[in-house]
């Protein structure tokens, strides 16, 4: 029998932690864990996921039998009431008296309950437990404005619950002037603000509420500033409480503003009882993020098992996607001149924030924000945890290399020492990855997370994971396989070679004879690109359809407030003056909004779905046919006037930019694609910008590829000079096939020269020089696909079963969407943002 034992008090995720630490190091205790909540451990981090079909089981940390299997007794739905320390025992709520050795108080935090007059009405909520969570479930049903009452992290994490319910509307109110005050500035938090907005999120920053209204279940929320909002319920996550009160009862010293004060050792006043987790408070600091809980509940096994380790405080960086939108913070995010200095990329027109603060001496990055685009977030966080020093052109670190292959990124992952933490939430460092896959045969992120645990707390490490993994197979000389999800296991390359040797024509072919399971919304649009980019068939023929994404299986793209876009392809930007009128026409009948793009075509907006057959018919009888703005495919060659007007130009850019984009238009590939011709070095189509551009010289023209505009901006590389017109096409062929079928997917041309071995020098042997001997197939290959091109808004309006896809409703098909409200902007009608019902 064990002679000693460990009381744990709370059975959430620290004090489950706990109880996973001391067990793998010694089974010296009994051990005994009780828990308020009627079930056993579960994930609070991915709370927000139960609205999204997860059951409590799959939100569960451990299976039914796992604390019987360690020796650990279990008591659900039983809180501890009593901490009597003179007889070192505690008692239930059922009555259950038991005597420790060592006390373990993992009780978390309560939400804080701002004292509001009408806070216990009817329709009034908080969002803390699986229990919680079923009542506004249930409520939600009747409701159709909901309100959440604090815009922190649980704060949009629970607005994003009730859009998930489908709430009509939602509201976030803030008492401070900007959301997430602790993490980001005020700079990134009205970026994110517009962005869920956009997404149809109202926000009210600055706004002190003053009472809950309504006679027994509330109605409106009354503010200090005399203004009311409607609403029929309220979810409040206006921060939290540290569950200090069977502490403070006993005896145990708690801080002034609560929390069990704790030394280094997670120990209280009272040497054999400990506090870790969100009821701790460690030199002043009340800890809320999950992965500085699993580092008390470390420290504390350890003490207990007569170890050496200390608790020395915590980085509080962070990355989240808050309602589709991601979100980080990472080091000091707020620190500014004269202590350091600071680098901003801001793009509002695609929501991306990012700053990042840096040494007056330029050579230590010291934190920053990410918004709407965190890709960088890990290698960012140790850049600063290690104190690598910096590039020469820090900025690099948030717009990306420009100008080619740098190979900063992985040189940056393997520069990192072997200590470095990857996964903060368990404490593992880059050398245990390492080892993992090296020593222990861990070559799926999925037997990494086994062996090592990194990578099962918040997830966020995970992208890291894999690269260490991939990069420590490759030193072992192993060959990796880049899978495309757990239906699939072939890399897109294999699949694409697989279908064109077995002749698979549909996804259920392709699925039957190389996959298993049935699909994902991973495997589903890839396979559907590549059926597309082989046989150049209809993108919603029949056996395909299903496996479309929403904007391919609309043939547009959705657009805010549930309208729809239509643009016509334009080669070259070249459009006589009766094509113009058309446009003009359609956009006038159907009251659309119109403007010219940067890729010199005319966007048409807000089209009902509808609608849209209609629109198609009028544009195809006037000569017009789909731009492809939807699909992963060729949208434009952009073109200046060259020789034919410009007293600059030297060759005739319009007329070969118009062959340019005839030949490749409608070509599916892994993402898209986009071109230029300019007629000079002035470069007014901005050809080096692009996947593929031409530039005119003297002597013919020169072949520029792999450029890429947007947040990560990329110089495109010179491939071939002075070629002739013949010439430069053969080699676009080859280059667009070679990149059709080896590119992973979703992958621009940029990021795949850029991770290519060998660079720009190998992409030249081989399309130039014809080292892979396939250049002729390649041509011919391409050739079949420009012989077999057809419009797929012109399909889709001659068959009959392909258009009924349109209408809005069955039984009505005539009948436009009547939630669907426009407004008026600068002479024109634009749609309303989407109202979530």
Known sequence: MKSKKIVVIGNGMVGYKFCEKISSKTNEFSIIIFGEEPRRAYDRVHLSEYFNGKTADDLSLSTANWYAEQGITLCINDPVKEIDRTNKTIHSSKGITVAYDYLIIATGSAPFIPDIPGIDKEGVFVYRTIEDLDLIKNYATQSK??????????????????????????????????????QIDSAGSGMLQNKLK?????????????????????????????????????????GIRPRDELARLSGIEVGTRGGIIVNEYMQTNDPDVFAIGECALFDHNIYGLIAPGYEMAEVAATKICDGYKTFNGFDMSTKL?????????????????????????EDSHKGIYKRINISNDGKQLLGGILIGEAEAYNMLLQTVTNKIVLPPNPEDLILGSRGGNTGTESAGLVGLPDDALICSCEGVSKGAICNSVSDEGCETVDAIKKCTKAGTGCGGCVPMVKDLMVYTMKQGGKYVRNVICEHFQLSRQELYDLIKIHNLKNYEQVLDNTGKGDGCETCKPLVSSLLASIWNDMILKKGNDTAQDSNDRFLANIQKGGTYSVVPRVPGGEITPEKLIIIGQVAEQYKLYTKITGGQRIDMFGAHLNDLPKIWEALIAAGFESGHAYGKSLRTVKSCVGSTWCRFGLHDSVTYAIRIEDRYKGLRSPHKLKSAVSGCIRECAEAQSKDFGIIATEKGWNLYVCGNGGSKPQ????????????TCIRYIDRFLMFYIRTADPLTRTAPWLNKMEGGIEYLRNVVVNDSLGMAAQWELEMQALVDTYQCEWKTAIEDPEIRKRFNHFVNAPEENDPTIQFKEMRGQKKAENWTLA
Not at 150 to 169: M, S, V
Not at 201 to 211: D, E, F, I, P
Not at 219 to 234: H, I, R, V, Y
Not at 322 to 343: C, K, Q, Y
Request: charged share 20%; net charge negative; hydrophobic share 45%.
């Open 145 to 182: 404005i909901g309100t959440v009452l604090g815009g922190g992290l649980l704060g949009l994490e629970a607005a994003k619950a009730l859009i998930d319910l489908n709430i009509k509307e939602t509201n976030v109110i803030e008492f401070a002037p900007r959301l997430m005050p602790r």
């Open 198 to 238: 956009a997404l149809g999120l109202h926000v009210y920053t600055n706004k002190g509420t003053s009472s809950i209204e309504g006679t027994d279940r509330i109605t409106a929320l009354k503010f200090n500033d005399g203004t009311e909002l409607p609403t029929d319920m309220l979810v409040i996550s206006a």
């Open 321 to 345: 996607k808050l309602i589709g939108v991601d979100v980080a913070s990472f080091g000091d995010p707020f620190t500014a001149e004269p202590d350091a200095r600071s680098i901003v990329f």
């Open 715 to 726: 110089h495109a590389l010179l491939l071939a000079s002075d070629v002739d017109s013949e």
